[in-house]
């Protein structure tokens, strides 16, 4: 498992390629070794999963009878939705970059959308604990959590600018498949695996 050392190294690679700065390459670990070193970012952000996870556990209980009951099943359950959330996209990524045969990024591609995750994993997990401790905040941090994903994309696209280079056409299109297939299977998978609060 990368040490906080690494992990703060990494991020900093990527924040200086979100800059455009090319001296973050040097941080970075797109080797194949660091794409699959990479899917230690999923541990890293548990704490922050599981902030999310108790905020919508309480959203799910307010639609249930008061003497209703969510055991394990519901986490068990929450897991494997993070687990396609995480995974499919960058499936899909693949896809996508053995069409256009851009193979030899898939390791880069993987290692920026894994570790990128940890800091807005984060922000999404304080945005969660704000729900549960001041839902009058409801429609600023509804704001908030809009604008970080915009920052996601932007973020994304412009590393993979500096990785794949200039097009426009293909960066949109991998950035945006790594993001909408979340956004548009969770709705889905949180009705068919009963974990969606109404």
Known sequence: MPSLTEV?????????????????????DYTDRGMMR?????????????????????AVLETLPPDYRLGGIFFFR???????????PLLLAGFLMLILGLGKHFSAVVFTANWMSLPFSYLY??????????????????????????????????????VIGPQGLTIAALTMVLIVPSLLISDILEKFLDVYPG
């Open 78 to 88: 929450m897991a494997m939705l993070e687990a396609t959330n995480w995974l499919l």
């Open 125 to 162: 997990g304080v945005l969660s604990l704000l729900l549960v401790v001041a839902p009058g905040l409801t429609g600023l941090i509804a704001l908030i959590w809009l604008a970080a994903i915009v920052a996601l994309v932007v973020s994304l696209s412009r590393v993979f600018r500096m």
């Open 8 to 28: 703060r190294l990494y991020l900093i690679g990527l924040w200086l390629l979100v800059k455009g700065d090319r001296s973050g390459l040097a941080y970075v």
């Open 38 to 58: 990479s899917f230690w970012a999923i541990v890293w952000c548990l704490p922050a999963i599981g902030f999310s996870w108790i905020w919508w556990r309480l």
